[in-house]
């Protein structure tokens, strides 16, 4: 596995020549498109071809259910388990259901041979997290007992195989309350076959201030859950300013701390799989960045005639342009991006990579996790 960083004057033609590899493959690879233009300073994955491996890492994703059947038959054969975004519940405890049916994705994981996750997050009716809705659940025992008989009972319906708690602003006051809800959902579930996982805000310290983080106690949700992921992303976010999503120097920060409360054996690093594309100049309240893919990301630098340019401290590929008079600037991720995340897994020994979201298939990332995570069938 390579990694090829185009130069000024660079084809795939000549590229795929000096890279000793067909065009055909690069083209496939790096999803180009006809004409196959490229733009300067864009990340290419160079691959060595097909080899018979399986993977030591666990992968997964998150996936609303309107996603395209296309771009979900594509992700599967990179994926460990698929988490369906998102179920909800009430202040009653009773669930609600996706506006979307599900059936399709659960029926599409399983065929092939991946597992599906019900996900579930207290959002209100506006999709908002409510940590009104978290209080109301986790001081109520009725009210859990409730939810947990619904869940397991739509999981057995709807060919479920475990379950993922994404519960976001947890009030300081339910710190405790929330671990033992999640323990008790746990161990339900296990009887059963069913994992429990656990979605955390990206900290760095166990007394860190804000809403975010507060609730979120990290020894005891890890004691609680069979496995946690770190929402290691949006620094860079829709109404901040312009910066990278998942900067490395910040998501090691949030590793460092994390080891110290949870066996890495039961992290699974979050990995964005989306970039932001804000209007210049940013003002704070008023400015609103547009959430693009790598491929959109890619054809606006190459449309515009921009070079994309690579933040070594950040370890992620960023450009400006401008239209109708207004210049903006794109943060979004690629290949150097994930490989720096895919080497702190390796450093730090976590057993997992979980990507929000899948909503766009970014073939060159999946392609390169298969090749850092490559192990032979005989060895």
């Known amino acids: 596995m390579r990694i090829y960083v185009v130069k000024a004057g660079d084809t795939v033609d000549a590229i795929a020549a000096s890279q000793n590899v067909p065009v055909d493959q690069l083209i496939w690879e790096n999803q180009i498109e006809y004409p196959y233009r490229l733009a300067i300073g864009q990340a290419l994955f160079i691959g060595n071809g097909p ?23 594509e992700t599967l054969p990179y994926l460990t388990d698929l988490y369906v975004f998102s179920y909800g519940f009430t202040e009653e405890g009773t669930i609600v259901y996706p506006a979307s049916d599900d059936l399709w994705m659960t029926g599409l994981a399983g065929a092939a041979g991946v597992r599906p996750i019900l996900t579930l997050t207290p959002l209100d009716s506006n ?6 809705l978290v209080s109301a659940l986790v001081r109520d025992g009725a009210r859990q007992e409730r939810l947990i008989w619904e869940l397991g009972q739509t999981m057995q319906e709807r060919g479920y195989g475990g379950m993922d708690f994404d519960f976001e602003y947890v009030l300081a006051e339910d710190r405790e309350r929330y671990p033992e809800f999640v323990a008790l959902a746990a161990r339900i579930f296990n009887v059963f076959g069913y994992p429990v996982s656990a979605a955390l805000a990206p900290k ?14 990290y020894r005891l949700l890890g004691k609680a ?29 949030v590793v460092d701390y994390a080891v110290t409360e949870i066996a890495p054996d039961k992290l699974s690093l979050g990995i964005p799989n989306y970039g932001y594309d804000w209007p210049l100049p940013y003002e704070r309240g008023v400015t609103r960045a547009r959430t693009i893919s790598h491929s959109q990301a890619l054809q606006l630098a190459i449309d515009f005639g ?52 899948l909503m766009n298939f970014f073939r060159a990332g999946w392609l390169l996790q298969e090749s850092m995570f490559r192990t032979k069938k005989n060895t």
């Open 51 to 73: 080899d018979a491996s399986r993977r030591p890492l666990y992968s997964f994703g998150y996936a609303y259910p309107f996603i395209s059947a296309q771009t979900l038959e």
């Open 225 to 253: 859950a069979n496995r946690a992921m770190l929402m290691t992303y949006e620094w860079g976010y829709s109404q901040g300013p312009p910066m990278a999503v998942a900067p490395i120097n910040q998501v090691r920060r």
């Open 127 to 132: 999709g908002r997290f409510n940590n009104n």
């Open 306 to 357: 921009v070079e994309i340019r690579f933040d070594e401290t950040a370890q992620c590929p960023w450009f400006r342009y401008w239209q109708y008079g207004i210049q903006h600037e794109v943060w979004f991720e690629d290949v150097r991006s994930y490989k720096a995340k895919f080497d702190l897994i390796k450093e730090y020994g976590l057993s997992g990579a979980g990507y929000w979201q």
């Open 204 to 217: 760095t310290s166990s007394d860190q201030p804000g809403i975010l983080y507060q609730g979120i106690d």
